[in-house]
Structure formats: C-alpha cells, structure tokens
C-alpha cells in the first residue's frame, strides 16, 4: 500500500468540536481501510489570504489550524477520503501528497539482526570501525606553549 500525507485545515474551533472534527477525519480514513500511522498538529495560523466561508453573510476564514496525517492505503481510497473531507464544513482546505519510499528497492528486513544487542549488529560495527578510524577533529597545536599548573 502507498503512503501518503493528508493535510487539513480547519476551521478555528474551540478544543471538544475540534478533537471531533479530528476523530471525523480519522474515521473517513479508517472506514475505508486504511491505516493511519501518526497525526501531527501543525498549530494554528493566520491564512495568508482570506477563504471564503460556505454559509451566507458569514465572514471568510481568516485562521485555521493545520493538522497533517500519515497513512497508508490504496490510491482510490485516498481520492474518497479527500472528497469526504472537502465535503465536510470544518475542514476549510484538504491536499493530499504521496510520500516516496524510503527503502531501497533490494531493502531486505531481518530479524534476527534487529534483535541483537546493538554492540554486536554489524550496521553499529561498522559505524564504531568507521569512528575509529576518523581523525580528531581539533589540533594540540604546539606543545611547549601549554603551561603546567603545579
């Protein structure tokens, strides 16, 4: 399955109507089997340039609070739950973008290198060999300038 990230803003609402604009938005996501891996609150900010709000005679949005959630499903599913949260009223603008993988293709798991304490991993011996092998990064200079306190 893909990953992607899904950004919203919403509305600028006090806490209990914004944690169940939160829970909304997670339950469009985990109806239609995907997986919601983590959920960053981004904060709130003012809108650089004003949104038009859909009730009449309203003012338009002039803040909104950002909340970015990481998932994963299948690219149909991502298109339904982006037009889920367009349609919701709390939800001022809702993207979406794919995330790139961060394996290599011939990425290869194994376990039981994982569950060796770190000293023995190989990835961690090459990176204490590789240490060692550096040189300091500062210079003693000359010697004979350095005093002795006695």
């Known amino acids: 399955m893909p990953a992607y990230e899904l950004l919203l ?3 600028k609402l006090q806490r209990p109507d914004l944690t169940v604009a939160l829970k909304r938005a997670a339950n469009f996501i985990l109806d239609n089997n995907g997986i919601l891996r983590k959920i960053e609150n981004l904060g ?8 038009g709000n859909p009730v009449p005679n309203a003012k338009p949005y ?4 950002f909340f970015l959630y990481h998932l994963d499903t299948s690219p149909d599913v991502m298109r339904k739950i982006h037009e889920d949260c367009r349609r919701d009223n709390d939800f001022v603008r809702v993207w979406w973008v794919k ?3 961060e394996l290599p293709d011939g990425y290869q798991c194994t376990l039981e290198e994982e569950m060796k304490p770190p000293a023995l991993r190989q990835s961690v011996q090459k990176l204490i060999e590789e240490g060692r092998r550096k040189e300091p990064a500062y210079d003693m200079g000359d010697k004979a300038n350095v005093r002795q306190i006695a």
């Open 9 to 11: 803003q919403i509305r």
């Open 62 to 65: 002039t803040e909104a609070s």
């Open 99 to 101: 995330k790139a993988s």
């Open 44 to 51: 709130t900010q003012p809108l650089h340039q004003r949104v």
